[in-house]
């Protein structure tokens, strides 16, 4: 209902004003009402107590009734028309892959909880606020995977960033395996910008694809990557074992990022590199990637108008008939 008001325009607008003239007469019987009621003591309420009858709770109906139905017969005189609005939307549209470090020592707990979740809120943020670009999203640890392909479905990429987790790759750190797959998902699209956003908090120490042959792949498929180191400086809470339970055993250890990796592989494809040392670091490092990576988008509106002032003057109609029948039956009282 509030939906449908909302897209409610009056063709005639000025004549509005007429309903003023029903609300200063309520107003007006209100107060005469008010200023003519009679009031007289008795020794006691008991032979009146429950003398108050549906007739009496009624009385003030009417006026109700005619105040209700004039109002919507004046709101049906200025032409209440529904506007529907069409959206044509051309986008020339920015492919981006998100490649997020599945490695144990993103359970770190110098981020609150940990820095895995915190990069899964704030890349879903991210997604929410791109809805004409393909996004998809490729994980890494010790192998790596395309978790989603590239698509238009923000709902399904949203829930796959809300399901990855630590554990489910082998350990370690493949930089380059994880570039290479997230590149490789990139290669054949014909969009004008296609982009990388490498998150990782590590060393590269594994993969049979080293982080500087990913990168020429990326450059030869012109590819930007931005790449994201995310740690606290000096030492964090860290997992450092892992028991036959499978529950992690977390100590202080030093943070370790080659950050020198990460800026050569920006500076190679065009990109950027950043360094996240806290939440509010990693929102400001995607709303600056935001900024960076604008959507050209045409967007046409159309509109449709519908007639519907039927509706109010039935609405009016309505509410005048039961006026005038609680009026001459029920009530029948003088006006």
Known sequence: ????????????????????????????????????????????RDPVANTVSLRSRMIGLPDVFRLVGLVFLVLALARPQLTLKEEEVKAEGIDIMLAIDLSSSMLAKDFEPDRLEVSKAVAIDFVNKR???????????????????????????????ESIAVGTLADGTAIGMGLATAVNRLKDSESKSKIV??????????????????SEIAEE???????????????????????????????MARVQIDEALLK?????TGGRYFRATDREDLENIYAEIDRLEK??????????????????????????????????????VLS
């Open 1 to 44: 209902m509030i939906s449908y008001l909302k897209n409610i325009e009056f063709v005639d607008p000025w004549l509005l004003v007429l309903a003023i003239p029903p609300l200063v007469w309520y107003v007006w019987k209100l107060l005469k009402k008010k200023n003519t009621d009679t009031t007289f003591t008795l020794p006691s």
């Open 131 to 161: 809805p004409y670009d393909r996004m998809g999203l490729a994980v890494f640890a010790g192998e790596a995977f395309t978790q989603c392909p590239l698509t238009t479905d923000q709902s399904i990429l949203k829930d796959f960033l």
């Open 295 to 332: 959507t050209e988008i045409e967007v046409n509106v159309f509109k449709r108008y519908e007639d519907e002032f039927r509706n109010f003057l039935l609405i009016g109609l309505v509410f005048i008939a039961l006026d005038l029948l609680l009026r001459n039956t029920v009530l029948n």
């Open 264 to 268: 050569e592989i920006s500076k190679n």
């Open 197 to 214: 956003i490498l998150l990782t908090d590590g060393v590269n120490n594994t993969g049979y694809i080293d982080p500087e042959t990913a």
């Open 221 to 251: 498929y012109d590819v930007k990557v931005y790449t994201i180191g995310v740690g606290s400086e000096g030492n964090a809470m860290t997992p450092v074992n892992r028991r036959s339970n499978g529950q992690y055993v977390f100590r």
